[in-house]
């Protein structure tokens, strides 16, 4: 089978001098998915306007705190921020746009549930200034999304992604699992040849991880459901890579592909370690030299913040007590400081030179063109050879890392075990 010339141009950085990503978290969904281990709840829907107010409050508060910074992109995730009313999700985009005032072609996307989407909603989320949607499908196949547990079936799906088109929509992501229990090599391929009948522009597609502590995997413990077979999951990978680069889809990221000039944007400041600020419960940030935290308990993100989210009954599973912060590194800077001892922030670390190489390489490897020697050496003063020779020796002598003057990058077997590969560097980034 031939494929199409892969496009291995280099991934330019995403935030310039000045810009970040800007993620937030929307810790609701309708219902909890069985697999998912996300921060996030189902029936506590009264605590959005609360939950609203507070994301605005520390948007305005960063804003106050970080001059001269602007939005690269924006980024929606949790959660289902598809589940809250779009004039909320408005009225943060238009909080951040007048905090870290986006360029104009800023890549604003919204992590979409089947089951919310409608033509008025999606022309509602377009006003509201989103120009993407990644939404969750995970399976073309309705049996086993009842084992997901979601709350959509396949042709719903279908239909909800043609309307975010049909709304004007012109950069559509979608979401697969592969390494589901019972699920078929056959139905895998017959989901992924769903999907691109729809024609995305991107597809993330997920091995299902059995995290401790959710139902699924207590069902998969306790033999009430098939273990996932992992060489079957390998098998998949393997058809995927087949399927979208025959259907011109460049494997930018281990787990995605995109039509080119569609990467998400916002996940390449991530793989490329550049700065974003996180809002919302548990959202994670990388800025002013350290990486933070938010609170991950809805109730003390809103408390920190001044909004008072009600009595503790309407928090089932939510945390009562604030979680102890350790006290914050000498290098803490003022602006972080003030959010870590009046705000949302709980725990802080310092980006040390380790923890700043083990990132970049473990990150970085996960793009298709590696680690590139001229940003390495721009970042870092020194050569990928002269920090890492014996494991860059190794690995290539093993067949799972390519290199070459440019840099480095993981073999095709490199890829089927990415894990091995940055435990290497993280452990020899950390012994420096
Ligand atoms: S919709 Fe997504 S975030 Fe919400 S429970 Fe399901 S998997 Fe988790």
Redesign the pocket.
Known sequence: MTHPQADTSPVKPVASEGAIGIYVHVPF?ET??PY?D?N?YAGVEQLIPAYVDAVCEEIDRWGNLLTGRSAATIFFG???PSYIPVRETACIVDRIGAAFPPADDAEITLEA?PGDVTVSKAESWLRAGFNRVSM?VQSFDDGLLGTLGRRHDAAGARRSFELLREAGFENRSLDLMFGLPDQTLQQWQDSMTAALDLEPDHVSLYGLQLEAGTPLEADVRLGRITTPDEDLGADMYLAAEEAFADAGFRHYEISNWARPGFESRHNLIYWRNEPYLGIGPGAHSSLLGHRFADTRSPRWYMRSLGFEPGPSEDFPGIDTARPKRAPLPDSTPVPLRAMAENGPVDTVEETTLQLELADTMMMGLRLDTGVSDTDFQARFGRSLKDVFDLEIGELVDQGLLESDEHGIRLSDRGRLLGNEVFGRFVSAAHGI
């Open positions: 969904c909890k998915c998912c996300f996030t949790g959660g289902t549930n969750g």
